[in-house]
């Protein structure tokens, strides 16, 4: 099973433009996150619209791959990308993408990525926490999910899941074990083609989570539980907050 990560990064950032070139320490964030991902991947290529973006890359000695300006998500990103290195001849089984504003992930999270599609049957694997606090657990930006008894996912929702009938919304968090959805994706490479063929849909829409759409339209999603908490950089005070 050969696996290949890609960071898709875009310099129009609604909340941030420019986020990948911001600088932690000595190092841009994008070749932060890279130096992570290359301790877990023998190859690994940033997929970017961006030339500054191209330039820094290149710059630290990383790969890059020049991609769409039209994309809506990163997964579309990720799969150009993947496109074009297969069709230049890099061949691999399984796509990683890999979130370009999380510069403190962790191999380890990698590899239960990875150990996902040990099983034959894994078209698409996330990541999933434990959520540790009330706020976590009724916070809209940090999506929850709930999965079957084999761990693949049933739903991901903005609202915390399941609903706990009969109990104050403060007593939730004492009544059931929930889980947040860790941002970071992996699948097989004619998967990542099939599910970008998908149109947005209803679920998907009423959440704001593309993932729904890979569920509803039959796609099997296999989770598997870090207990490592990220840190990603949405906004220049998430940026604030890291440095001090």
């Given at each position: 099973?050969k696996?290949?990560?890609?960071i ?11 986020k990948p ?7 841009s964030m994008?070749e932060?996150?890279?130096n992570?991902?290359?301790k877990a ?11 500054r973006?191209?330039d820094?890359v290149k710059?630290?000695g990383?790969?890059?791959v020049?991609t769409s ?13 993947a496109i074009k290195a ?7 089984d ?7 504003d999380e510069?403190?992930?962790?191999p ?8 996902c599609f ?5 078209e698409i694997?996330t990541l999933i926490k434990?959520?540790e ?8 930006n940090?999506?929850?999910?709930i999965t079957?008894?084999d ?6 929702s ?5 609903f706990?009938?009969g109990?104050e919304k403060?007593?939730?968090?004492d ?7 860790i941002g ?10 099939d599910i ?6 209803a679920?998907?829409?009423a959440e704001s989570?593309e993932?729904?759409r890979?569920?509803e339209?039959?796609f ?6 870090t207990t490592?908490?990220t ?5 220049p ?6 440095i001090?």
């Amino acid at each position: 099973m050969k696996f290949i990560g890609i960071i898709p990064a875009r310099y129009a950032s609604t909340r941030f433009p420019g986020k990948p070139l911001v600088k932690i320490g000595d190092n841009s964030m994008i070749e932060l996150v890279y130096n992570q991902a290359v301790k877990a991947f023998d190859k690994v290529l940033v997929a970017t619209d961006d030339n500054r973006i191209a330039d820094e890359v290149k710059r630290f000695g990383g790969n890059v791959v020049m991609t769409s300006a039209d994309h809506q998500s990163g997964t579309d990103r990720c799969c150009e990308a993947a496109i074009k290195a297969f069709d230049s001849g890099e061949l691999f089984d399984v796509v990683v993408n890999i979130q370009g504003d999380e510069p403190f992930i962790q191999p380890e999270q990698l590899g239960l990525l990875k150990d996902c599609f040990n099983d034959r049957d894994t078209e698409i694997a996330t990541l999933i926490k434990k959520i540790e606090s009330t706020d976590d657990l009724f916070d809209e930006n940090k999506p929850k999910v709930i999965t079957r008894t084999d761990k693949s996912a049933i739903y991901f929702s903005r609202w915390p899941i399941p609903f706990i009938r009969g109990c104050e919304k403060d007593e939730w968090f004492d009544k059931h074990t929930f889980y947040k959805h860790i941002g970071l994706y992996a699948y097989r490479f004619n998967t990542l083609k099939d599910i970008c063929k998908l149109k947005p849909s209803a679920i998907e829409k009423a959440e704001s989570l593309e993932q729904n759409r890979w569920i509803e339209n039959g796609f099997t999603i296999k989770t598997a539980v870090t207990t490592i908490e990220t840190i990603g950089i949405d906004t220049p005070d998430d940026l604030k907050k890291v440095i001090q």
